[in-house]
């Protein structure tokens, strides 16, 4: 298997991201949310629509990624979470994984347009056996593939921009195990 994080650049074509863009921006509507990330502390984040199975535009860009990472992975995978994320300038997330179980992974598409990788924005995660850091950066229409168990964050742009910061995090599981992550973690996946 290829070492991990596996990134891709062009993702989608011309009329895909396209679509993709016009979802994020002009046809959902972003809210700042609060939401407990400890018993201690409470952060705001960004969020738009909850994916579901009536999101065309998201379902066929989930088949999109599906195809190219099993060029990858050399296994049979099923779409079992979608993560739409937006950040600010300084509104910093924390490391977190996504699931806990193996045979997992989650795919970040970076979205938007005319991104100066100066405001930052990158991808970072930690490999569990070696502890290093990789670090990506955000390219729109790029994205990366990592075991969703790897501890990963997706860092805020800088104060030298007013851009907002959209990602997908497109998340598969083996198909066989599909039914027994659902019923383990509910919550965490939105895909039945």
Not at 119 to 131: A, D, L
Not at 140 to 163: E, M
């Amino acid at each position: 298997m290829s070492e991990y994080p596996i990134r891709l650049l062009d993702v989608l074509n011309n009329k895909d991201y396209i679509a993709l863009n016009d979802d994020l921006t002009k046809y959902s509507t972003w809210s700042l949310i609060n939401r407990p990330y400890s018993d201690k502390e409470i952060k705001k984040f960004w969020s738009t629509m909850k994916w579901d199975t009536q999101t065309p535009t998201l379902f066929n860009i989930s088949t999109i990624i599906n195809l190219k990472i099993k060029k990858y992975l050399k296994r049979n995978i099923r779409l079992c979470n979608i993560h739409i994320n937006g950040q600010t300038s300084c509104q910093e997330s924390q490391f977190h994984i996504d699931f806990p179980m193996n045979n997992v992974w989650t795919f970040v598409l970076f979205c938007g347009y005319g991104w100066n990788v100066s405001w930052r924005g990158e991808f970072i995660c930690q490999n569990p056996e070696t502890k290093e850091y990789d670090y990506v950066p955000f390219i729109p229409n790029s994205g990366v593939l990592i075991p969703s168990n790897w501890q990963h964050v997706g860092t805020a742009p800088n104060t030298i921009t007013d851009n907002f910061r959209m990602s997908v995090a497109f998340s598969y599981c083996l198909s066989e195990n599909f039914e027994d992550l659902i019923s383990k973690y509910p919550s965490q996946s939105n895909y039945r």
